[in-house]
């Protein structure tokens, strides 16, 4: 883990224990329209004062971006005035969240910022959290089959695919491959749009005979995304898919050509499995796409063992939700820009939608350097 993520954890940390209870209440409100940018309805409520305590839920600390998450948005609130968090990591465990959550409500939180672990395993929580006038904004994730979601920040998690799957088209250009797909976690909500928006690009080349999948891992529409899913979005699990692939389906010299991956996590598994196998950095190695510009990936992409990563600047998140968290405090209206794409199965949720965009070896400097996410020595540059 970085130095400078261990200080923003360090100070987040401080931070996740100190919270005081602050007499308010609020009441749940729609959407609003225009063009752009539009402030979704009044939140309507009371105001929440800053000494309220805001709760924060994030669903693991053993992937990466989750602590920069935290830390990110503990720190911009406390500069804000909310100096009152409480952090919590759910181990990506689905019950430890729920009590956490209702830990959270029961210390008097006014402010939910969910990350689910599972976002169609909160409904009950949820509940007990709208029956105290708590607002929810969900984070990252979207939180599916509860009314009692308020609001919605996050990355174009579509774009994110389609990101992946331009990227090998660009890549290939005519020439015919073999190419290997992976998922994220079937609970995580993200993971269908990541899919879809690669397989949108990518299955039009399968069916056209250009791409060849040869442990026939290619769901046949988008919907069986799951089938090729990693659980827990763990590098364990997708080494040891990637390596019982390469064993099976991969004999008589024949090599992997592309691997689709939907984030870091799984792509470092994937590159270790590679390795194993005997694939080196150069010509030949297989192009491998990932998302989040985790270290241990961006190393690997200057080191040429992963071909890109899909940034999300987490700082830009963080922003935008205690922006939110600020909005609804205040009574102001809350700033989003889709008010169509996040059906929760309930409602369509007023979201916020922030940009994602690709990083290669030739402009980690210029992306991830210059704009202060990662220094240079921590990248050995
Ligand atoms: C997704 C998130 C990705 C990736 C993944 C695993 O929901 O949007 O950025 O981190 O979880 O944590």
Do not use: H
């Not at 491959?177 to 909500?189: H, I, K, Q, R």
């Not at 250009?210 to 979005?233: L, R």
């Not at 070896?361 to 210059?370: E, Q, R, T």
């Amino acid at each position: 883990m970085t130095r400078k993520l261990t200080s923003l954890i360090a100070a987040g940390g401080a931070a996740a224990l100190m919270f005081t209870t602050a007499a308010c209440s609020s009441s749940r409100d729609g959407g609003g329209s225009g063009a752009g940018t539009n402030a979704s309805g009044g939140s309507g409520g009371a105001t929440i004062s800053k000494s309220s305590l805001i709760g924060i839920s994030m669903p693991t600390k053993s992937l990466e971006r989750w602590n920069r998450d935290g830390a990110n948005l503990v720190q911009k609130l406390k500069s804000m005035g909310y100096t009152k968090t409480s952090l919590q990591y759910a181990d990506n465990k689905t019950e430890q969240q729920s009590s956490q959550i209702q830990n959270m409500i029961n210390q008097g939180a006014k402010i939910l910022v969910i990350a689910a672990v599972d976002g169609t395993a909160l409904t009950p929580v949820l509940q007990t959290a709208a029956n105290k006038g708590v607002k929810v904004i969900a984070y990252d994730r979207l939180i599916n089959g509860s009314k009692n979601v308020d609001y919605y920040a996050t990355f174009d998690n579509y774009k994110v695919g389609q990101l992946q799957g331009n990227f090998i088209k660009s890549k290939i250009g005519s020439t015919k491959v073999n190419l290997e797909a992976f998922a994220g976690s079937p609970d995580d909500n993200n993971a269908k749009f990541f899919f879809s928006g690669a397989w949108d690009v990518l299955n039009p080349l399968i069916k056209s005979g250009q791409i060849t999948v040869p442990s026939k891992k290619a769901p046949a529409t988008n919907d069986g995304w799951k089938s090729i899913g990693i659980q827990g979005w763990t590098s364990d699990a997708a080494q040891s898919e990637m390596q019982n692939r390469l064993n099976s389906f991969y004999g008589g010299g024949k090599k992997v050509n592309v691997v689709l991956s939907p984030n870091d996590s799984l792509a470092l598994g994937i590159a270790q499995a590679l390795a194993a196998a005997g694939y080196k950095p150069g010509a030949s190695y297989p192009v491998l796409t990932g998302q989040d510009a985790d270290l241990a990936n961006v190393k690997n992409i200057i080191a040429g063992k992963q071909s890109m990563t899909v940034w999300k600047d987490t700082r830009a998140l963080g922003n935008e939700v205690a922006k939110m968290v600020d909005q609804i405090a205040t009574g102001a209206k809350v700033d989003v820009n889709d008010e169509k794409t996040y059906n929760n199965g309930i409602k369509v949720v007023p979201t916020y939608l922030l940009a994602p965009v690709v990083v290669t070896k030739d402009d980690i400097k210029a992306k991830l350097v210059d704009s202060g996410f990662y220094q240079a020595s921590e990248l050995g540059l």
